[in-house]
């Protein structure tokens, strides 16, 4: 079975700064997908960014990129220029590219931007 | 698209009450999983649907928890009879299916159930 984890509960940060949050996987299955998302107080879970696992190159979305190192079993988020909007709690997720399609979620880190 | 529709968005009931959680999926899309977010366990899934067929309940924690879905836009989780662990928010989420060019899951807003 796939686990995530991520090791950071809590994160805190000044507005503009930058901010790496952490995840780790374990899974035998050579294709999958990573995903990030975002949970602002509002509870909505809102997608954040996307990695395909047969995809070398890092994704990226506006101020978000990921590094992921496959072999590690490691994806990583980066928020560049953090905004008071970017304070949420913050998942990752795995699926697998074949198979059940279901999402299986790390514990989340919460992440404060403050002014 | 108005997204994925959760009702109610708040539920307080006594335990032993019998509650029904409705979800209305995004139009179109084949998979519709139940998810439970609490503090202690995080988000775990729950049951899931493909073309309304329920595919794996192995989440589901016990018989007090039913899942159905009775046609391709609606979804009930009924918890009969609810105890006070169950209070939790439930999450309704749906994606199409189509790994090839989409894999996202949209999620709705969720049910905060508290049982008393």
């Known amino acids: 079975a796939q686990t995530v984890t991520q090791s950071q509960p809590e994160m805190s940060v000044q507005e503009a700064e930058t901010v790496t949050l952490s995840c780790t996987y374990d899974t035998s299955e050579s294709n999958y997908y990573l995903f990030w998302y975002k949970q602002p107080p509002s509870r909505q879970m809102i997608l954040v960014i996307r990695q395909e696992a047969y995809k070398q190159q890092n994704a990226t979305e506006n101020r978000f990129s990921v590094n992921f190192q496959k072999a590690a079993k490691s994806f990583s988020l980066k928020i560049s220029d953090s905004q008071l909007g970017d304070t949420a709690m913050y998942f990752c997720?795995?699926?697998?590219?074949?198979?059940?399609?279901?999402?299986?979620f790390g514990q989340g880190t919460r992440l404060t931007i403050n002014p | 698209d108005a997204g994925v529709i959760q009702s109610p968005r708040h539920e307080v009931t006594e335990m032993g009450q019998e509650v029904t959680l409705r979800c209305k999926p995004i139009?179109?899309?084949?998979?519709l999983f139940w998810y439970r977010q609490t503090m202690m366990r995080g988000l775990e899934l729950l049951i899931y649907f493909n073309n309304n067929v329920p595919i794996d309940d192995s989440g589901m924690p016990e018989d007090r928890f039913s899942a159905k879905m009775p046609n391709a836009s609606f979804s009930t989780l009924k918890i009969q009879p609810s105890e006070p662990r169950d209070s939790a928010v439930y999450f309704c989420a749906s994606s199409s299916g189509d790994r090839a060019s989409n894999t996202e899951a949209f999620f709705g807003q969720g049910t905060r159930l508290t049982v008393v």
């Open positions: 139009s179109g899309h084949d998979y």
């Open positions: 997720a795995f699926m697998n590219l074949w198979g059940a399609q279901k999402l299986v």
